[in-house]
Every structure is written in C-alpha cells, then in structure tokens.
C-alpha cells in the first residue's frame, strides 16, 4: 500500500482534503484514522502534512455509503463465484 504526503491549504477541511486526494469526501474517516494527531482539527492552516494511502475502490457519489458497499460487496461474491 503506497503512502503519500499532502500539505493542507488555508481553510482545508478533513472533506476537501479527501476530495483533493481520492476525489471523493467519502474517505474523509480514513484520512482521520490514519492522521489520529490532528482529530481536533477541523480548518487547517496551510504547510500541515497528512498521511493518506492507497484505497481500493472510490464510490463514484452517486450512492450512499451503505448502498456502495452492499453493492461492492455483491460485486465480489460475483467474482468469487466466476
């Protein structure tokens, strides 16, 4: 799993830094979770740097979190069935 860098902005959020890095604010808790120091930050000044990582699968926004991950979930049953 490859391990990036980014430095915030001014006025960066946990959601816009996921969207700016995965294109989705959905992987604002995974930021979160790997960045546990800066949990009580919620506007950064710029120059801070968070950890982000690869992920697997970005939902496209069109679904809700619990209807992508039935949907990813069934996607896989599908390709274990293959």
Same mark, same amino acid.
């Given at each position: #799993? /490859?391990?990036?860098?980014?430095?915030?902005?001014?006025?960066?959020?946990?959601d816009? +830094? /996921?969207?700016?890095?995965? $294109? !989705?604010?959905?992987? /604002?808790?995974?930021? #979160?979770a790997? !960045?546990p120091q800066?949990?009580?930050?919620? +506007?950064?000044?710029? $120059? =801070?740097? +968070?950890?982000a990582?690869? =992920?697997?699968?970005?939902?496209? $926004?069109?679904?809700?979190?619990?209807?992508?991950?039935?949907? /990813?979930?069934?996607?896989?049953e599908?390709?274990?069935n293959d």
């Amino acid at each position: #799993m /490859a391990r990036y860098t980014y430095k915030t902005k001014s006025g960066d959020t946990w959601d816009t +830094i /996921a969207k700016s890095i995965y $294109g !989705n604010e959905y992987f /604002a808790g995974d930021l #979160m979770a790997v !960045n546990p120091q800066h949990l009580d930050t919620f +506007i950064f000044s710029e $120059g =801070v740097e +968070i950890t982000a990582y690869d =992920v697997k699968d970005v939902p496209d $926004g069109d679904l809700p979190p619990w209807k992508y991950e039935a949907e /990813a979930k069934e996607d896989e049953e599908d390709e274990d069935n293959d």
